[in-house]
């Protein structure tokens, strides 16, 4: 039976009348479950999800991580069997590849967690990072559930797994784990990441209880690090102070999102990312912005695949800014004083908005009220510059410069050419010590990223000799960038 | 060697940890690994086992375990009693459908005992279904030592309860106009009229009635009413002591006799266009829309309206008493209608109260033991004495009918020149969250929890529990706590805590019992007095404790009042009926009380706002 709100009304009557007291403190209040159009379910309408079929179906956590990660308890949720499929695969999906992929490292290389911790301070930058936002990861999460909070847990869990985790620290780390010798750098690239995988397990338990002790006893079962044969007789993380690196988390962040800002303008342009571009430019938000971006330099451009970073101070002459109310936050709040706004917004000067993107507030002034606003309440609109684009997000602005020099084409023509180089010699099965031989038919553009970077394109492939020939009758067919297609032929020698 | 998997296969992985945490006994473990000393206390908001289990139900259990289990890992012990809601209206209504019967039947064709033996095996139909999704879903909650209400014990905390509140002085019995559903055949709480999607929207015939001045000729007041089958039990009208009213001289649309009207001034717009000196009769012949008059003949304030009479509109049933007679309330607006209210007190709560106040009659009958009742019976339908539409339906109630008994009235009443404007109105109305049918407001005697009397108490204490979110709690919740109303304890039906008060039969004496041991004294007392041989029932629900007899201080002999209790108090109760508070676990609830998360599905949009009483309908 539908017990709504009578059972807190009851409670809380008896309670009071019979004890003088209450007999709850912390009450959440569930929203309803509607369909995937926002419709009530009923036997009637026939749009009813099973839940013994959802389950078996997709599992149980995966029902539960998409119904707390999608509305908060008390919203309604708009049940779509398509947002679990999401949550299965963005969420548990790319956690268990994160699990297979160290799984299969530590295997070869025998990792059991033997060995004694590295120290922290010991470890590279890529692991002082991540262990650090794990360790605000656990903050936040145990603050979240205090609070009641499910949804904000969840929800930060999934940008730590897609974002941080398997986006950044695999992939930036990735060689780490399958190139050398069983090291000091090797052992701490797997500490770290087990220790990322076990807090998991820990955080996500409320959640998805059968998947976190799947994983806290896979891992458990080989290095017996744990004390408890379930994760739900373990205690969440106590937060480690000696891993909190605000200052790495930061910069990190830079150039999480700058590389994000600059790959979206590749993809607005249509320029790949395999082409070099010559410069990014980056207005400067505060006195620490550029010395901890100097510290992500060389990460950034390799990300990206761009020569050079220039700061600017004085972005006016550069970047023309417009900003608008944004009514979705402010029109709520402010209601007949909108107008207002929009005429004061209207009239500020690029000071004025290079003022509100430092502070990242702002308190209108209207009659004899305050509203304070931070940035979210505006909308701040960059016009483009010939030759540049520019993106924003929170405050940070990257722009880029996307003029496509005779040179920029050749080194874009000669990195391709690398790529198609190895993926013959993979599909050949070639020893990585093999030597071989390329002939590329003759073009206009192949042959300018020959002659230029030639010398690269041999030392990448281990190509003993490089030529262009007018007829090449045998090899491979190529399609290359701008509608190029030319024969290759590749010789061991 | 760490295990390594091809693909992620999340249903597989739920059985192979489902088979782990059994084997283990890892539920168990995590419970008692922890000290009792720091204890995080959950109560667990029944379901029924009656119906089956929904994928909102996997939602709610889910917010409630993930605090559950984090609480748990945070090093609390976080023990989590299971529960089975087991009374009430929703099973009653199932094993009725069953069986083909309607309440009528239930100690005619079926005994109560059959009855609610049939209850007590329904509703826990689906509870194998209930102990599946808890399990697959992975939901920790102790099934093995629920608390189930329908127990003796459960029963007896909640008399205990009740003692409680009856020696506060908190319990009284009143006879007051309810919302009742004449298709559960019982009275409802307003918390279950709060219920969602309580009030729909439905289109009824609206009337403006011509009730014709005492003493004069063709004059009549007007009165708005969008329940015209409440108009044969009209004794009074009310009127607003400083709205303005004026005599207009125009001609009933339906008859083109010339009628002299009183309505509020400040309604004239709805009904009138403009004075039109030399109207014929023939030109206020249209449809619904306002019409030209001939004059304003007067203006009259409300206060000299008062005490004026007028001739009834419909006699049916003549009064045992002053009647017919206008009134001043203070309810009275003029923001829809005529500026008059017409008041039956049989069928509104405010109706109720001001002829009270003036002391005029309510238009009563007798019922075939011959008790006083109002014109229409608990069904819903005109009594006999309503010659012209006895036995008919109120409400839509599913009968099949030509037309609604509200439009046959209205009929009626164009026939005899008492009729100004009739009009569909497409309004929210309230409907019994159970049946689906709609409500009437009824005058029933019924016991109340004088909460009203704790609503200041109530709201400050509500203000120290965090609400998530916030707004619900501050809100919502603690505006309904500001205009709280008595509770209504009394549900006139058979599966369900029986009220644990005997009474005399003059009604001055009434006992409150608390507990089995003081039934078993009080039956020994009337034993030795009355010279009867009872003993305490095996059960203590009906019919066997409607047989028990009891004994005032005086001698008399009283007789069970054969209420059941609210099943929402049912559930109120559980923090101290779940331990059998107070005979037993006296330990094992001061440790769990009180607690520190509950959930529950909540509070949305309401379907409409306050109750509505006869007058403003």
Partial sequence: MDQTRGWFYTLHAIAVMAFDSISFKNVVSNGLVLDKNGVKMSKRLGNAADPFETIAKYGADATRWYMISNAQPWDNLKFDVAGIEEVSRRFFGTLFNTYSFFTLYANIDGFRYAEADIPVEKRPEIDRWVLSALNSLSEACERSYADYEPTEAARKMMYFVDEQLSNWYVRLSRRRFWRGEYNEDKISAYQTLYECLVTLAKLMAPVSPFFADWLYRNLNEVTGKELHPSVHLALMPAPDASHADPGLEQRMDYAQRIASLVLSLRKASKIRVRQPLQKLLLPVLDSQFIGQVDEVKDLILAEVNVKEIEYVTDTSGLLHKRVKPNFKTLGKRLGKHMKAVSDLLAAWTQADIQQLERSGQYVFELGSESFPATLEDFEILTEDIPGWQVASDNGLTVALDVTLTPELEAEGMARELVNRIQNIRKTRNFNVTDQIAVTLENHPEVASAVESFGGYIRQETLSATLSLADNVTEGEVLELPNEVQLRIRVELV | MYKEFKTLNLPQIDQEILAFWDAQKIFDRSVEERPVENSYVFYEGPPSANGMPGIHHVMARTIKDIFCRYHTMAGQ?????????????????????????????????????????????????????????????????????????????????????????????????????????????????????????????????????????????????????????????????????????????????????????????????????????????????????????????????????????????????????????????????????????????????????????????????????????????????????????????????????????????????????????????????????????????????????????????????????????????????????????????????????????????????????????????????????????????????????????????????????????????DSGAMPYAQWHYPFENQDKFRQNYPADFIAKKGWTKPGAGSIPSMLSL
């Fill in chain 2, 77 to 569: 012990r976080v023990e989590r009693k299971g529960g089975w809601d087991t009374h009430g209206l929703p099973i009653e209504l199932s094993v009725e459908k069953e069986l083909g019967i309607t309440r009528d039947d239930i100690g005619k064709t079926i005994s109560v005992a059959e009855y609610n033996r049939l209850c007590r095996e329904t509703v826990m139909r689906y509870k194998d279904l209930w102990d599946d999704i808890t399990r697959k879903m992975g939901y920790w909650v102790d099934l093995e030592n629920p608390y189930i209400t329908y127990t003796n014990d459960y029963i007896e905390t909640c008399w205990w309860l009740l003692k409680r509140l009856f020696d506060k002085g908190l319990l009284y019995k009143g006879y007051t106009i309810q919302p009742f559903s004449p298709a559960a055949g019982t009275g409802l709480s307003s918390h279950e009229l709060n219920q969602p999607g309580a009030y729909r929207d439905i289109t009824d015939t609206s009337a403006v009635a011509q009730f014709r001045i005492k003493g004069a000729e063709n004059e009549y007041f007007l009165a708005w009413t969008t329940t015209p089958w409440t108009l044969p039990s009209n004794t009074a009208l009310a009127v607003g002591k400083h709205i303005t009213y004026v005599k207009v001289r125009t001609f009933n649309r339906y008859t083109q006799e010339p009628v002299t009207v009183i309505l509020a001034k400040d309604r004239m717009g709805a009904y009138f266009t403009e004075p039109k000196p030399g109207l014929k009769p023939e030109e206020v012949k249209a449809g619904n829309k306002p019409v030209p008059y001939l004059e304003i003949v007067e203006e009259i304030s409300g206060a000299q309206l008062e005490g004026m009479e007028y001739e009834q509109l419909m006699p049916y049933v003549q009064p045992d008493g002053p009647a017919f007679r206008v009134l001043l309330g203070d309810f009275v607006s003029t923001e829809d209608g005529t500026g008059i209210v017409h008041i039956a007190p049989t069928f509104g709560a405010d109706d109720f109260r001001v002829a009270k106040q003036y002391g005029i009659a309510a238009l009563l009958v007798k019922d075939e033991n011959g008790h006083p009742m109002p014109l229409v019976d608990r069904q819903g339908r005109f009594v006999k004495e309503v010659t012209d539409f006895a036995g008919r339906y109120v409400k839509d109630y599913g009968q099949e009918e030509e037309r609604p008994v509200d439009v046959d009235i209205v009929i009626k009443l164009k026939e005899e020149n008492k009729l100004f404007l009739s009009e569909k109105y497409l309004h929210p109305y309230p409907h019994c969250w159970r049946t689906e049918k709609p409500v009437l407001y009824y005058p029933l005697d019924s016991w109340f929890i004088r909460a009203s009397a704790l609503k200041e108490r109530m709201f400050e204490l509500n203000q120290t529990i965090n609400w998530k979110p916030a707004s619900t709690g501050e809100g919502r919740f603690g505006k309904w706590l500001e205009n709280l109303q008595d509770w209504n304890l009394s549900r006139s039906r058979f599966w369900g805590t029986p009220l644990p008060i005997w009474r005399t039969k003059d009604g001055r004496q009434d006992k409150c019992i608390g507990s089995v041991a003081m039934l078993k004294e009080e039956i020994e007392k009337a034993n030795a007095a009355l010279g009867l041989a009872q003993v305490v029932p095996q059960d203590l629900h009906r019919p066997f404790i409607d047989e028990v007899v009891l004994v005032s201080d005086a001698g008399e002999p009283m007789h069970r009042e054969p209420d059941l209790i609210d099943v929402w108090f």
